[in-house]
């Protein structure tokens, strides 16, 4: 099972120092991958009709996935990268899949492309999307990146998206994983269906549910799931002690996957949150 760490940016406040000292200390300390969250801007809650519900205000930074990894994939060697989730809707598909060949290309294939639908309907009519087109753009988008991937000259003709006779050049050695996240009925579906693996988050029960939900959407469109990855994103592990205990039991339940977030923990430094990255090595190690 692979163990990775969420880089904690909503408290580390957009520091380039943080990002080189967090970035070397995943491969330093051992763990496996880095993985980031994707929003493109924050906004108010406050008096929204229809109310914003997530977690995440004008107060809280994100850097872009794309740049964060191509900053670190030039100072590591080994550790993969893993967006968690990218809003795909909100991307241009072409231009996702042309960042996306790039990254795995020069990090040597280190790029693990988790995408969701997202929440944040301001931030899709920002960037001159239809938010409540989402879910129809992404079920194109999926299979759309797998053949710009793929092959030397495509033509494809959906309901958002078209080219005719274009290529992507140059292309990525392979098919870059594509994983899913959320957490509705409809993205365990979707995973079901289209994913290479899924992101889950928050409380172990709440992910052995969801993943009972893959399991049946799989058995239900006819697919075998063996090579499908199951990752947790630790949310709910507030101690070493719970987080250990957390990625324990999801490795026992067949996970492939855990990422450790060192959010809401009270870290308020750097090295704060490399304190807690260490200590749960040094419990895995023992």
């Not at 579906?189 to 893959?214: K, L, N, P």
């Not at 205990?245 to 492939?256: K, L, N, P, Y």
């Amino acid at each position: 099972m692979e163990i990775g760490i969420v880089y904690p940016q909503t408290e580390l406040r957009g520091d380039p120092e943080a990002v080189r000292q967090i970035g070397l200390a995943t491969e330093e300390l051992g763990y496996d991958y880095l993985l980031a969250y994707d929003h493109v801007v924050g906004a108010a809650h406050a008096d929204r009709d229809p109310e914003l519900w997530g977690p995440y205000t004008e107060n809280d930074p994100f850097h872009d996935p794309f740049v964060l990894f191509a900053y670190l994939a030039g100072m590591t060697s080994r550790i993969g990268f893993a967006t968690g989730v990218l809003i795909l809707p909100q991307r241009q598909t072409v231009l996702v899949a042309k960042q996306a060949a790039d990254l795995d290309l020069m990090s040597g294939g280190r790029l693990r492309l988790g995408v969701g639908t997202g929440w944040n309907y301001v931030e899709y009519d920002a960037l001159g999307l239809p938010f409540d087109k989402r879910g129809p753009i992404f079920d194109e988008q999926i299979p759309y990146l797998r053949e710009l991937w793929s092959k030397d000259l495509i033509t494809y003709k959906g309901d958002f998206h078209s080219i005719e006779r274009g290529t992507l050049i140059p292309r990525p050695n392979r098919q870059i994983p594509i994983w899913l996240g959320g957490f509705s009925s409809v993205a365990f579906r979707r995973a079901a269906q289209v994913g290479d693996g899924f992101m889950f988050a928050g409380d172990y029960e709440r992910c052995t549910d969801g993943w009972s939900q893959i399991e049946s959407a799989a058995e239900k469109a006819g697919r075998d799931l063996t090579g499908f990855g199951r990752e947790i994103i630790t949310l709910r592990a507030k101690t070493v002690d719970t987080c250990v205990e957390t990625i324990e039991r999801w490795r026992e339940s067949g996970g492939t996957h855990v990422a450790v977030c060192t959010m809401g923990m009270g870290l308020d430094s750097i090295e704060g949150h490399l304190d807690f990255m260490s200590s749960v090595q040094q419990r895995l190690d023992t």
